[in-house]
């Protein structure tokens, strides 16, 4: 029997929902449903169709209900999309591939795996990523000696590292958890109120995968032994099979909202997953390998789930590996990434999910100090709200909130102050400064060294 996800049941889902007006708990939804799925696969669809913003949920704990995105956030969503698009420069290749896949679902062709994709690259011959454009990444990501034990960098940045990684790449996810809530999670094994447990195993999963790398980067590459274990680490306790972690999938399944029908029959998965980690082994460019990876891994499905999440971390291995800047898709944005991976599925086309890859690269490296010659403009978000995010920062120290006490703070401030569009990247910003504060910073917010130590004590 093949698992699907496919439209018709998110569709299913959002009929429930539109039931209640002011919004349905899991139950309603569970009750209204004709053919109800268990509560663990059900909490996984509504986290997809919360990323792709045709839902939202409200409230905490056993209140927690589910409304209609689509109705309230009409507005909402294309300012988010203008955002975005501005945050993030395409190119005109680019903003085509989002003008085909922004159609409705019933306006786009069903397409198969299309198996000439692969056989076409030729590995060092073939390049997604043309030379001008590797030259640039290697210049801003190029931090320690060529002498240094693989993973050396990335071991002198793993606090940070496993807070911003983990948090990405689960927001991607449709993962509710601030930046704030990640780090305690992370650091003191604290979940945060309201959310649902299943979004705590995900960033912990990508704590311990992290690490996994990190630990290995000498010794991992792009082998069955890795690939397995990053998925069986990426899964672990998330599957409604569990024996389906760390194993190709033998069962068709399918993915919503696309007309992409992935690769069936579990001989030529494995042909075709086979061919995926002998053409990666074999491209030379770091930079080439992790996004070879980025688009092939999803576009082949070769696992039940959890195939985006593997491709996301297993494009940092040549990075470890070679002592570059990690990829931890900062503030790439999840309606963005979604419609590049849409137009690899649908479409075979590399050049928007090509330029999220570089713009989050080059995010990355500013993220980490790496390289600061040619990183470009200063961010204009932040200069639009410095007045405001000093203020957030500087209410937080004087208070001296605790970290649970700055999250609710931060939220709050943010819904009194912040126009919806720009609110998750304002709260994001200000959690940001505050777990990058130090002694030696403090005067950009106007604080007193007396202040800052008074709550830094209650704060770590």
């Known amino acids: 029997m093949a698992r699907l996800i496919p439209t018709e049941a998110y569709e299913a889902v959002l009929t429930a929902i539109a039931r209640f007006p002011d919004g349905a708990s899991i139950e309603k939804i569970e ?18 169709l919360i990323a792709q913003q045709r839902v939202c949920r409200e409230g905490q704990g056993r209140a927690v209900k589910y409304r209609l995105g689509e109705s309230r956030n009409t507005e909402v969503k294309g300012d988010l999309a203008e955002h975005a698009e501005a945050l993030i420069p395409l190119s005109p290749e680019a903003r085509d591939i989002e003008k085909q896949v922004r159609q409705p679902v019933p306006l786009r062709k069903p397409v198969g795996y299309n198996r000439a994709f692969l056989d076409n690259y030729r590995p060092n011959e073939t390049h997604y990523l043309n030379d001008a454009i590797r030259e640039e990444l290697l210049s ?3 931090v320690v000696g060529g002498s240094e034990p693989a993973g050396t960098y990335a071991r002198q940045l793993a606090n940070r590292l496993l807070i911003d990684l983990s948090w990405n790449s689960s927001r991607l996810e449709g993962n509710t958890y601030s930046l704030l809530e990640t780090e305690r999670l992370i650091s003191a094994g604290e979940s945060a109120a309201g959310k649902n447990a299943q979004e705590a195993q995900m960033i912990l999963n990508h704590k311990e995968t992290i690490e996994f790398l990190i630990d290995s980067a000498g010794e991992v590459g792009f082998n069955r032994y890795t690939l397995l274990n990053l998925h069986a680490l990426l899964s672990d306790n998330l599957l409604d099979d569990p024996a389906a972690s760390g194993r190709l999938r033998t069962i068709a399944v399918g993915i919503g909202q696309t007309a ?34 980025m688009v092939h891994l999803p576009y082949l499905q070769p696992f039940e789930d959890v195939n985006k999440q593997v491709s996301r971390l297993a494009a940092n291995i040549p990075l470890f590996q ?13 309606s963005t990434y979604i419609n590049a991976m849409l137009g690899i599925y649908e479409l075979n086309r590399i050049e928007l999910l090509r330029d999220v890859f570089v713009w989050a690269y080059k995010r990355s490296c500013a993220r980490y100090s790496a390289v600061r010659q040619s990183l470009g403009e ?6 639009q709200y410095r007045d405001l995010i000093t203020q957030a920062v500087a209410t937080v120290v004087r208070e001296r909130l605790t970290k649970h006490q700055a999250i609710n703070h931060i939220q709050r401030f943010a819904q009194e102050q912040i126009k919806t569009a720009d609110r998750q990247r304002f709260i994001e910003v200000v959690e940001t400064q505050l777990l990058s504060l130090h002694e030696g910073n403090i005067a950009r917010y106007r604080l007193r060294p007396s202040e800052f130590h008074g709550w830094y004590q209650v704060w770590s």
């Open 31 to 48: 009750q209204n449903l004709s053919a109800p799925p268990n509560r663990r696969t059900l909490q996984r669809w509504l986290n997809s």
């Open 260 to 293: 992409f029908l992935p690769l069936e029959g579990p001989q030529r998965i494995e042909e075709c997953f086979e061919q995926i980690l002998d053409t990666a082994t074999a491209i030379r460019d770091p930079f080439e390998q992790a996004f070879f990876v």
């Open 378 to 383: 200063p961010d204009l978000f932040r200069m």
């Open 322 to 334: 070679r002592n570059l800047c990690p990829l931890s898709f900062v503030d790439v944005s999840q």
């Open 140 to 142: 801003q990501g190029q």
